[in-house]
């Protein structure tokens, strides 16, 4: 009987879980930030990667919440650590561009590599522009030009 409340009680929090999945992805789509925050919040929570990497953006860009590089940054790195390498290449940029803390290329480096590896535009091209400015790795202009043959295919 314990089994069965048990099982009955996982199978409501995850259908719990999908809407509130649902809800997150249909407030952001309709442009509802503010409402996209909370429910992305929850959904985060819940282990959902790509919904730790939205509400991210939502911090970076300071929708529907106040713009806070930190959280940001906190978001980005959660989604990244769970398969979300979209979030990867974002994380690259804080890393490239110092938003959180001083500049540090190898990070950047080490996030956009992951990104690219699995053909994300936004990761081949901040690893593009890490070679082409040789910024923590050498500069290698025909690297970049490769990288960047690899953002035109990833995008068709």
Do not use: P, W
Not at 63 to 71: A, I, N
Request: aromatic residues 10%; hydrophobic residues 40%; charged residues 20%.
């Amino acid at each position: 009987m314990k089994g069965l409340f048990l099982g009955l009680l996982t199978l409501c929090i995850g259908l719990v879980a999908g809407e509130v999945e649902q809800a997150f992805s249909a407030a952001f789509r309709r442009g509802d930030y503010q409402s996209a925050a909370q429910y992305g919040k929850i959904s985060c929570e819940n282990g959902h990667a790509s919904s730790c990497g939205l509400l991210g953006t939502l911090y970076k860009d300071g929708l529907g919440v106040k713009k806070d590089y930190v959280e940001a940054f906190s978001y980005f790195s959660r989604a990244c650590r769970g398969g979300s390498t979209f979030s990867c290449a974002d994380l690259g940029d804080i890393h490239r561009l110092g938003l959180v803390a001083t500049k540090d290329y190898e990070l950047a480096y080490i996030n956009y590599k992951k990104s690219c590896d699995d053909s994300v535009a936004a990761g081949c091209t901040g690893l593009g522009h890490l070679y082409f400015d040789g910024q923590g790795v050498k500069k290698i202009i025909l690297k970049r030009l490769l990288t960047l043959s690899k953002v035109a295919m990833a995008a068709t």
